[in-house]
């Protein structure tokens, strides 16, 4: 990249008003309190013009984002361009990170939760329950998790899958600008959402997933909700496929655009769609269940392209296959709790809503502030201090609509996590880009980044 | 479970016993399952003893791992609350917890743990190097398996576990840094998750290195995914990764001092006025140790 400081170096007699000879003037550090202050000065964009214009080649570096509309949020593509081929492609990350894992660790367990949903926040419920998974095998308490908090666990993600695929397909249509599938996904999305709203209460950031089970049980009407939801969604989903599969325009900018085999997946831990376009069916929820997964009947559908119109159909038919499992959660749906039995781990408040909006429960309230003097210093032990986790590491491991969201979380026996590590897919995948870019055209590079489907919320956290 | 642990912490002696005690039979309770590790289907009666109800969960594949050690002792921590300034006047002031973390484990490790450990072995000692020497500890806990490199020989690991066909584990997980800046001379780590999709198997590598030479060799030449990974972790912990191709920050900006996950570097953040009170940031308040 031709920068300042590099022409003025090669013609410093050319620049009689830089203020001093030496080639330090141009960026001179001094020590202050506040870390090292630089004076960049010197440096004539004149100069930069001149030298572009001598020097012969066609080489541009153009930095695509942290703004743009098709970079998926604030993600920085940096292209060296010779005409309209991409030469070189690297990403510039960062700029969304939130420091939530540093922040977690001043958290209980249980707020933890609160966090990690808004980490990629368009699949908040694999977060939650991965991060649940682990702090879960942490306590040894896998097994004693409900089968109802199990099967509500896999309904909600199967949901997530569908609104996360609907996102990425609608995105990514509105940036090869087909609004329409844009306009289908989003309305789509929207069903899903209103189901979130009805069993948690919100459309994102939900924090329903809670370490030992959940934070609450599905609201009257959620079945009904879901069946007509399903009706809806097998009138809707064939739409996708009548918009894009088969339509030329569609296909002719995805196909054979955006290629990473397997070979090139191995190497660089492309998981999830990008994986699976490369025809191996490695599915997490297959060849590691958790959450009941084993009891579920599903496919696992690949394509054997290794492109972008592969990982587009992917996503098409995991939807379908989703939908099948929902339907099969909601026949298991039978009564129980949705929290471990343990009342040292469990929360000890249902939510009710008062008049005052969401709150705890007044039975709970009249039983802590009138009855039991133990089930209030219990309540608020649990709440304030949390409960404590043996010492340890685990790791747990979700398939999510992106690939493998791992969790590596280390206890050192405290209320809080003594580190909590996420391999989110996003960061992982995103990696590709190069690889995927590098040699074909800019309007490839959307393409690819969309077919990538990178939610800069999990890549950077 | 455990969380009945301030309700004994009246007793600062007793306080550490117990933290070992509890661990100690949860190993050994699925003990009568062991003849079910040594056979070589271990991986088949995953699925079995998985939908087994009441099971604790770490019965999933038998594991009668024993515990060699106590464990890795990584911190004391003193009295029941944040502040050590003297300014807990509540008589828990005296209490000191030992902060253990699951100690190596003997021979049998259950599951297909063996026949990892056997192949890795053999695979190391193929190419002459000792066995004992590369591999520190290993530990069988909560049905993971981690083996703890030295760190000279982690790419040395690191290519054998990958490209030998009876472990192949073909699929990095990326790296995780942790901080134990009481553990003298091992203060930082860094955590390796392996996976295999050939035998389907998941295994961890941990490799330490002391504060004050914070190097641990790249394995990016084997595994390309960790790239950004190390990035990561040099950029949250200062661990130098040596070999990278380009070591920089990825999430902090460039010039930026210091690196935040670390343990002693502050969370930051200011106290917030509700209605009259000041709420503390978030490190300055109240926390049980």
């Known amino acids: 990249m031709s920068t300042p400081q590099d022409t003025s170096q090669d013609a410093p007699q050319d620049s009689p008003q830089d203020t001093a000879g030496s080639p330090d003037a141009f960026a001179t550090g001094r020590e202050t309190t506040e870390g090292t ?19 012969d080649d066609e080489k541009i570096i153009v930095n695509m984002g942290p703004q ?61 329950t991965a991060y649940c998974l682990a ?11 409900p089968d109802r908090a199990s099967v509500i666990r896999v309904l909600l993600m199967e949901l997530n899958r569908i609104s996360s695929h609907l996102v990425a397909i609608a995105t990514g249509g509105m940036e090869l600008g087909a609004t329409t599938v844009m306009i289908y996904g989003f309305r789509d999305r929207e069903h899903v959402l209103d189901l979130f709203e009805l069993i948690t209460g919100l459309r994102m950031n939900h924090a329903f997933v809670r370490p030992g089970g959940l934070a609450q049980d599905l609201p009257p009407g959620t079945v009904d909700a879901l069946r007509e939801f399903i009706r809806k969604m097998d009138r809707n989903l064939p739409e996708y496929d009548k918009l894009c599969t088969g339509n030329p325009v569609f296909k002719a900018r995805l196909e054979d655009i955006g290629y990473l085999d397997l070979a090139g997946c191995m190497a660089l831990g492309a998981t999830g769609p990008i994986l699976r376009s490369t025809g191996l069916p490695h599915d997490l929820r297959k060849a590691q269940p958790y959450c009941g ?62 008049p005052d ?43 999510s609509p992106k690939g493998e969201l791992g969790v590596h979380v280390v206890s050192d026996g405290g209320t809080r996590p003594y580190r909590v590590h996420f391999r989110d897919p996003s960061f992982t995948n995103l990696q590709s880009m190069a690889a995927m870019c590098e040699g074909g055209m800019i309007a490839d590079v959307i393409v690819a980044v969309a077919s990538i489907d990178p939610v800069m919320g999990g890549v950077d956290r | 479970m455990s969380a009945d642990k301030p309700a004994g912490a009246g007793d600062p002696a007793g306080e550490d016993k117990p933290k070992t005690a509890p661990d100690a ?47 890795e002792v990584i911190a004391v921590r003193r009295g029941m ?58 530990v069988v806990d909560r049905d993971e398996l981690t083996f703890h490199i030295s760190r000279e020989h982690l790419l040395a690991v690191c290519r054998t576990l990958r490209d030998d066909p009876a472990l192949r584990f073909e699929y990095c997980t990326g790296v995780s840094g942790v901080h134990f800046p009481e553990d003298r001379g091992r203060e930082l780590r860094a955590v390796y998750h392996l996976r295999s999709l050939t035998h389907n198997r998941i295994i961890r590598l941990e490799v330490s290195a002391p504060d004050a030479d914070p190097h641990i060799p790249s394995v990016v030449e084997v595994y390309p995914t960790n790239d950004w990974h190390e990035r990561e972790t040099y950029d949250f912990f200062g661990i130098i990764f040596d070999g990278h191709p380009a070591l920089t920050r990825i999430m902090m900006p460039d010039d930026w001092q210091g690196f935040p996950q670390r343990k002693d570097y502050p969370l930051g953040g200011i106290p917030v006025e509700y209605k009259g009170a000041q709420i503390p940031a978030p490190d300055q308040r109240r926390s049980y140790s």
């Not at chain 1, 202050?37 to 100069?47: A, H, I, L, P």
């Not at chain 1, 098709?70 to 939130?98: F, N, P, W």
């Not at chain 1, 099969?328 to 039978?334: A, G, I, K, S």
Request: aromatic letters at 8%; glycine letters at 12%.
């Open chain 2, 81 to 138: 609350f944040g502040p050590r300034d003297g300014g807990d006047t509540s008589g828990y002031g005296g209490l000191v917890r030992t902060v253990r973390l699951p100690g190596g484990s003997s021979r049998p490790y259950g599951s297909y743990f063996d026949e990892v450990a056997d192949e890795l072995e053999g695979a190391l000692e193929e190419q002459g190097l000792d066995p004992e020497a590369v591999i520190e500890k290993t």
């Open chain 1, 135 to 145: 702090v879960e095998k942490l306590l040894g308490i896998t097994d004693d998790v």
């Open chain 1, 37 to 55: 202050v630089y004076t960049v000065s010197g440096g004539d964009w004149g100069e930069v013009a001149e030298a572009a214009a001598k020097s």
């Open chain 1, 293 to 354: 997964y084993e009891d579920y009947e599903f496919d696992v559908p690949t394509t054997d392209t290794c492109d972008s119109f592969g990982r587009f159909l992917i996503r098409v038919e995991e939807m379908r296959q989703s939908l099948r499992i929902i339907e099969q959660c909601v026949d298991r749906l039978e009564p129980g709790p949705v929290m471990v039995a343990d009342k040292k781990i469990a929360w000890p408040a249902q939510l009710a809503l008062g």
């Open chain 2, 25 to 71: 039979p949860k190993a050994d309770a699925p003990k009568t399952d062991a003849p079910k590790g040594d056979t070589p289907s271990a991986e088949g009666t995953k699925a079995q003893a998985h939908g087994e109800p009441g099971t604790q969960g770490a019965a999933e594949g038998a594991l009668p791992a024993q515990r060699e050690d106590l464990g």
């Open chain 1, 68 to 128: 743009h509309p098709s970079t998926h949020g604030v993600l920085r593509l940096i292209l060296e361009i010779d005409g309209e081929t991409v030469t070189e492609a690297r990403c510039g990350i960062g700029y969304l990170h939130t420091g939530i894992e540093k922040n977690l660790e001043y958290r209980t367990w249980t707020q933890g939760t609160t966090f990690v949903t808004r980490m990629d926040y368009l699949t908040p419920f694999f977060n939650e």
């Open chain 1, 357 to 399: 909006g969401l709150g705890n429960s007044l039975d709970h309230i009249r039983n802590i502030m009138g009855t039991s003097m133990e089930a209030l210093i219990h309540h608020f032990k649990l709440v304030t201090e949390g409960f404590r986790v043996p010492p340890g590491q685990a790791y747990s491991a979700v398939e």
